[in-house]
């Protein structure tokens, strides 16, 4: 799972970054870290250690739907970027709701996923969104 999380973060990153939104994404890993934090503390009670990026991946997909469906009026492109925000919340709330991950399937025993954590995440993203649109907003009233 590590290495999805890796490629995950490296990938959306490389895209935010090379299509000029380097604020958000900024602003997205910010908050997600944040927020995964918070999500440990609420979610996952006795996790004495958290060792994974799985809330900063999270937090970038959620940001890139969002840029995604707003940076265009391709009817396809935006069911595209409006099913992958859908199917994120569909996973996390059905492994928030079993406990159990989707996509991990056995892992050692003193491992554990924390779906609270990429649900946390993902809002650190759809903050950082809306932080971003409101930061143009301003400044394009402000010339």
Do not use: C, N
């Amino acid at each position: 799972m590590a290495f999805l999380d890796l490629t995950m973060l490296l990938g959306l990153g490389g895209v935010l970054e090379a299509t000029g939104r380097r604020y958000a994404a900024v602003t997205a890993l910010g908050l997600g870290a944040a927020m995964t934090g918070l999500g440990v503390a609420w979610f996952s009670s006795g996790v004495l250690v958290y060792r994974g990026a799985s809330g900063l991946a999270s937090a970038l997909f959620v940001l890139a739907a969002m840029e995604t469906f707003a940076a265009t009026r391709r009817f396809p492109v935006r069911v595209l970027a409006v099913a992958s925000l859908a199917l994120f919340l569909a996973k996390t709330g059905a492994e928030v709701a079993t406990g159990q991950s989707l996509i991990a399937s056995t892992l050692p025993f003193e491992i554990r996923v924390l779906p609270g954590v990429h649900l946390a995440g993902g809002a650190g993203g759809a903050i950082a969104f809306l932080a971003a649109r409101a930061g143009a907003r301003s400044t394009a009233r402000s010339r």
